[in-house]
């Protein structure tokens, strides 16, 4: 089965910054928006960030000006650079498309604290 793989997730302090990784189906990338989407314990998984193929990005309001969503087509992989994070930011980082959902990856955990 097609699916996403997450990577890049970690642990960091309030203030810090991190960078996820997201590789998936070549005919994925070349054709749907792609979009970061996260879980935090005992929530509902939840939109993040989306971008187009050709780089136009969208977010969450809550994480617009902190997070920059990007891709590399040519390489298939997907990114979001994630700065100035939150406690409230602590979830599982997945990676979809919206328009031609695939099944979850295993995803990345990303979790601020001090």
């Known amino acids: 089965q097609v699916q996403f793989v997450e990577s890049g997730g970690g642990l960091v302090q309030p203030g810090g910054s991190l960078r996820l990784s997201c590789s998936g189906p070549?005919?994925?990338?070349?054709?749907?928006?792609i979009g970061w989407y996260r879980q935090a314990p005992g929530k509902e998984r939840e939109y993040v960030a989306i971008v187009s193929v050709s780089n136009s990005p969208t977010y969450k309001d809550s994480v617009r000006g902190r997070f920059t969503i990007s891709r590399d087509n040519a390489k298939n992989t997907l990114y979001l650079q994630m700065n100035d994070l939150k406690t409230e930011d602590t979830a599982v980082y997945y990676c979809?498309?919206?328009?031609?959902?695939?099944?979850w990856g295993e995803g990345t955990l990303v979790t601020v604290s001090s």
């Open positions: 979809n498309a919206p328009n031609a959902l695939q099944p």
């Open positions: 070549g005919s994925i990338f070349k054709h749907y928006r």
